[in-house]
């Protein structure tokens, strides 16, 4: 149970408000108690101050206990709140009827008996300690399920970041090795020498890499971690080419100019071009935005 539960006494006779407080002031409750004998004041005072418990008197002049009802079910702020109404009308099977339909959690009647209000009140806060609980506890599933998914996305774009790494490296060592071949003078090997005629054809082979199968692999990785990147940016600007959209990726993953030159194997001018008519064509010419964090918003 809710330890010092704070309790909202509604009745439009001050008498009756004030047996309830003697009622509950000798209880082991021990609870905060606000009061109104105004049902309009008392319905604002909830919304202001939520209380654990209500005790709401039925029968009121400005609004009564089913109008209350009506009025805290409307509020999701309010609407969970347990209400035990109180009435000193006689209470028919339609009368419980329609006050449990309109929310109540419980009824009691007057004159009130000390022991069957203490009763109904620590049931109605076991009852709102049991969902409060459930509530925190499916919050903090939702938190740790949200943590979770944040660290694999970590995990999973540090993988994609260094894959594109050693595609960097690899294309580097390549075109290293391209220039050298290419530095070996044929005066220094016979026209027909073996050994030459098959290291420039092995040249020539490794810098024919299958770049469409390495860009399907890095975009399907890509998506795994951004996804609908590419089908988000595309609805917003259909007249992005295919390499613009690679380029975009590319900038996305946050990778400087020279790194996605070597990736492509264009010269750092071609990419600088590239990203000037890029940032014309998403709007951003003449713009202050950092266009990495324009396209994070994809």
Known sequence: ???????????????????????????????????????????????????????????????NGIDVLNFLNSNNKTKDIPVVMATGVRLTSENLKQALEAGAYDYIRK??????????IKSALKICNYYNTKV????QIVELKEEH???????????????????????NILQNYLEKVKQISIEHCKQDCLAFNLLKKFATEIVEIDT?????????????IHNSFYQNLTNKFPDLSQNEMKLCAYIRLNLVTKDI??????????????????????????????????????
């Open 111 to 120: 004159p009130i008996d000390d022991t069957e209000l203490i009763a109904r």
């Open 261 to 298: 030159a070597s990736i492509t194997r264009q010269s750092i001018r071609s990419i600088e071009v590239a990203r000037t008519r890029l940032r014309e064509k998403l709007g951003l010419k003449g713009s202050a935005e950092d266009i990495f964090g324009f396209l994070t918003k994809f």
């Open 136 to 139: 925190e506890y499916q919050k």
């Open 1 to 63: 149970m809710i330890e010092n539960p704070t309790i909202m006494v509604i009745d439009d006779e001050p008498s009756n408000i004030q047996i309830i407080m003697n009622i509950l002031n000798l209880s082991d409750i021990k609870p905060n108690i606000l009061s109104s004998s105004n049902s309009v004041i008392g319905c604002q005072i909830i919304e202001n101050s939520l209380p654990d418990l209500i005790i709401l008197d039925w029968e009121m002049p400005e609004m």
């Open 149 to 171: 998914f944040k660290k694999e996305i970590e995990i999973k774009k540090k993988e994609l970041i260094s894959k594109s790494m050693i595609l960097i490296n690899f294309n």
């Open 212 to 224: 469409e199968n390495i860009w399907k692999e890095f975009e399907y990785h890509f998506e795994q």
